[in-house]
Antibody, heavy 120, light 109 residues
Framework: QVQLQESGPGLVRPSQTLSLTCTVSAASIGSGTYYWNWIRQPAGKGLEWMGR???????RYNPSLKSRVTISADTSKNQFSLKLNSVTAADTAVYFC????????????WGQGILVTVSS | EVVLTQSPATLALSPGERATLSCRASQSVSSYLAWYQQKRGQAPRLLIYDASNRATGIPDRFSGSGSGTDFTLTISTLEPEDFAVYYC???????????FGQGTKLEIK
């Protein structure tokens, strides 16, 4: 079945750029059928959708993050990536990647998540 | 922007009982409502999409209902593995995005 796996540094310094990669297996992101999403969850809190990418190049971002976030896809590696710049302690969270449909109606499956801590 | 309000915040029940979780939208979201289960330390898992359709592999004790602004997730007979946090999620037309409720924690009584 389709699996997603996040990877990247677990510690980022304040004001720096957080960079994560999601590797997809058992499905080709280049098929164009689905959209590839990033969601985050601070400890003990709820879920916040950050944005998504389609391999056509179309991206959508949460307006609350739009000026700081970039999501891109690399079909040759079957991966998609997240960059969040100018991070602060408030960006400390578990970051999940997930596959989604065109209409924003579901997310499935999700990666296991990766904890990123912003600290000096 | 549509806001989703889940109730109750915490629900304490015993295995074998019936659970009813509510999700209310601040404006109509038609039937574009999904439910997720999240166990401690795990990623969310899709249970229900389009308000009432079970995702692949989800047991039939889970059911969803509702449309417009009021939605319900029902677990007919609680199993020990069902105690978790449940989130509802809807699509926002503008800006186009996913929005989640704040979650309901289902705990063992």
């Amino acid at each position: 079945q389709v699996q997603l796996q996040e990877s990247g540094p677990g510690l980022v310094r304040p004001s720096q750029t957080l960079s994560l990669t999601c590797t997809v297996s058992a499905a080709s992101i280049g098929s164009g059928t689905y959209y590839w999403n990033w969601i985050r969850q601070p400890a003990g809190k709820g879920l916040e959708w950050m944005g998504r990418v389609h391999t056509s190049g179309i991206t959508r971002y949460n307006p609350s993050l739009k000026s700081r976030v970039t999501i891109s896809a690399d079909t040759s590696k079957n991966q998609f990536s997240l960059k969040l710049n100018s991070v602060t302690a408030a960006d400390t969270a578990v970051y999940f990647c997930a596959r989604g449909d065109q209409m924003f109606t579901w997310l499935d499956p999700w990666g296991q998540g990766i904890l990123v801590t912003v600290s000096s | 922007e549509v806001v989703l309000t889940q109730s109750p915040a915490t629900l304490a029940l015993s295995p074998g009982e019936r659970a009813t979780l509510s999700c209310r939208a601040s404006q109509s979201v038609s039937s574009y409502l999904a439910w997720y289960q999240q166990k401690r330390g795990q990623a969310p898992r899709l249970l229900i999409y389009d308000a009432s359709n079970r995702a692949t592999g989800i047991p039939d004790r889970f059911s969803g209902s509702g449309s417009g602004t009021d939605f319900t997730l029902t677990i007919s007979t609680l199993e020990p593995e069902d105690f978790a946090v449940y989130y509802c999620q809807q699509r926002s037309d503008w800006p186009p995005m996913y929005t989640f409720g704040q979650g309901t924690k289902l705990e063992i009584k």
